[in-house]
């Protein structure tokens, strides 16, 4: 039975990354940013990164890193996603990381480790741990040609991890995103961007081919998708919290609306659920430190968490009434937020799926 408990170092992290966030990312500076034309907080990130350390979380201490396991990783995007900090963390130090561990590679790890340098991993956002391997980008003579549509943090990102079809089969590259063509996609997510990637015989770094490039990808991908329900644990119990402090200040008829039974109701079931979604959640952080059981607990936390979060954005605006609806209040960014990672790396469907075959469950 993995723990689920904090243990007391996770909850010192915790304390630490949500104290900087509460001082230097309130919602309201998070609102203002998005309606400029830098969207990321850089100077927030560079904070994250190198003060903090946490964008060398899972690299060992041997190339820079702080030597620690998903669990402390899942702390950290828990904080991330409470804030919709817009922080490259997951592309650069969750998903180019675990790629970059999976492939073996001792040359760019130190450079994120120290947070010198920023990257992201070259997949369509929505691309599932058990999806195809990616064929969009070709090898010939040695250059990289192809388009990758919908790449997670690429606006930011100094390099990239692109997978791409060689002559002998799959392979992973390192690209600098200054060689290629970045183009901003219109987000409904407005804390996390995408953009597309276009590469037109662009030289690169191979990392790996064959089988080892497969499941470099694979490991990245299934880091990221048990860890992003980490992410989505956070915003929705931010949006539990704050729709529970609404209830106990706004008065309706002479009352708390939070006293009426109807809101009760609403409340205890979305208690219920952010409760599960811990459990499933940090089952899959254990399972990622400890590596057993990982493609089942990866799975549920991935199909259950991206479901709760997008239920806790939509009834903290509900419950929230008129003002919930404006723009001036935050919930509408954790409901772009929920949204968005409802269908990041892989929907709930493409996981349920994956977890009936991974229990033998008939079709």
């Known amino acids: 039975m993995s723990e689920l408990l904090y243990s007391e170092v996770e909850n010192d992290l915790r304390a630490s990354v949500r104290d900087l966030l509460s001082d230097r990312s309130p ?6 940013r998005t309606e400029t ?3 990321y907080d850089l100077a927030l990130w560079r904070t994250l990164a190198t003060e903090l350390g946490l964008a060398g979380l899972l690299v060992p201490e041997e190339l820079g890193g702080a030597g620690a396991s998903a669990r402390e990783v899942a702390v950290v995007l828990e904080e991330l996603g409470r804030a919709v900090a817009p922080v490259p963390f997951l592309g650069s130090a969750v998903l180019a990381t675990s790629a970059l561990l999976a492939a073996g590679d001792a040359e760019l790890l130190p450079e994120l480790a120290a947070g010198n340098r920023t990257a992201t991993l070259g997949v369509t956002y929505t691309t599932a741990p058990n999806a195809v391997f990616p064929a969009s980008v070709h090898v010939h003579n040695g250059r990289l040609t192809g388009r990758i549509g919908s790449v ?3 606006d930011v990102a100094e390099f990239v991890v692109v997978p791409a079809v060689g002559a002998a089969g799959p392979e992973l590259h390192v690209v600098e995103v200054s060689s290629a063509r970045v183009t901003p996609v219109v987000p409904l997510d407005l804390t996390r961007r995408i953009s597309h990637l276009e590469l037109d015989g662009v030289s690169g770094r191979l990392l790996a081919t064959g089988d080892a490039a497969e499941q470099a990808l694979r490991s990245a991908l299934t ?3 048990g860890l992003l329900a980490a992410e989505q644990l956070g915003l929705a119990q931010w949006c539990l919290d704050s729709t529970v402090d609404y209830a106990k200040t706004r008065y309706q008829f002479g009352r708390q609306i939070g006293s009426f039974q109807a809101i009760k109701h609403r409340l205890a079931d979305l208690w219920a659920a952010t409760s599960s979604a811990l459990a499933t959640s940090r089952a899959a952080a254990s399972a990622l430190a400890t590596g057993e059981d990982v493609g089942v607990s990866v799975a549920v936390a991935a199909a259950y968490c991206s479901d709760v979060a997008v239920l806790a954005a939509e009834e903290a605006l509900q419950l929230h009434g008129g003002i919930g ?13 929920a949204k968005s990672s409802q269908l990041a790396l892989g929907s709930p469907e493409r996981h349920r799926a994956a977890l009936a075959t991974l229990i033998d469950l008939p079709a």
Not at 27 to 32: G, K, N, Q, R, S
Request: no cysteine; glycine share 8%; hydrophobic share 45%.
């Open 152 to 154: 997670v943090d690429l």
């Open 37 to 39: 034309d830098q969207p």
């Open 223 to 225: 880091t990221g998708a």
């Open 27 to 32: 919602w309201t500076a998070v609102l203002a």
């Open 325 to 337: 609806m404006t723009w001036e209040h935050p919930v509408h960014l954790y409901l772009g937020r």
